[in-house]
Structures are given as C-alpha cells and as structure tokens.
C-alpha cells in the first residue's frame, strides 16, 4: 500500500512561483513514476508533468519551459516547481505515484493541494 502526500500550494499573484511537494511512503519495492496532475472546477483531471525512475520528465504543453519536475529517489519524493503562474494555472493539483509491491502494482493519489493564481 503506497500513501502520497502532498503540500505547498497557496494564492500567487500572476507571474508569480510556487514550489510543490509531494512525499510517497508504505510498503513497495519501487517507485517506477511519479507525476503531477491538476484538475479545475468543471474540467477533467489533467497530466501537468511526470517523471520516470530514470529521470526521463514530460510536460503538459501548457506548462512546458515554465514548469520544472524534480524527483529524489532516495526519498522517494517529488517536487514541481512552477514559475510565471497564470490565471489559467489555478486548480487542484494532485500527486500520483506508481509503484511496484508486494502485491503487485499499484497506483495511489494524494488528496490534492489548492493552487489559486489571481490579483
């Protein structure tokens, strides 16, 4: 079982920056992606960015050369850092972890941190 957590959301004016974070721990052998996901009132969850155990990241068009991916595998966490926040940026984002355990493989989501950007 693979508990997230997330923290580090908050109300940024536009142009602004947050940093999020997200903490994965329980019982598994590995972590094989760990990713961000945000979804806004009346819209479908969407992927923001994910990043592999081998580092590889991808990125939401939306937020490519704004936002960055960080992972620690030793501490089987992961950071998004956000740079020249948009209005259009204001959502839940969710962490989400894929992992390989003793049952087999397992997804598990965080309960959301609020990102609000506005004047």
């Known amino acids: 079982q693979v508990q997230v957590v997330e923290s580090g959301g908050g109300l940024v004016q536009p142009g602004g920056s947050l940093n999020l974070s997200c903490a994965a721990s329980?019982?598994?052998?590995?972590?094989?992606?760990m990713g961000w996901y945000r979804q806004a009132p009346g819209n479908q969850r969407e992927l923001v960015a994910m990043?592999?155990?081998?580092?590889?990241?991808t990125y939401a068009d939306a937020v490519k050369d704004r936002f960055t991916i960080a992972r620690d595998n030793d501490k089987n966490r992961v950071n998004l850092q956000m740079n020249n926040l948009k209005p259009a940026d204001t959502a839940a984002y969710y962490c989400?972890?894929?992992?390989?355990?003793?049952?087999?493989?397992?997804?598990?989501w965080g309960q959301g941190t609020q990102v609000t950007v506005s004047a």
């Open positions: 989400n972890v894929g992992a390989n355990g003793p049952l087999g493989v397992t997804n598990a």
């Open positions: 329980g019982t598994f052998f590995s972590i094989y992606v």
């Open positions: 990043t592999s155990s081998a580092g590889s990241a």
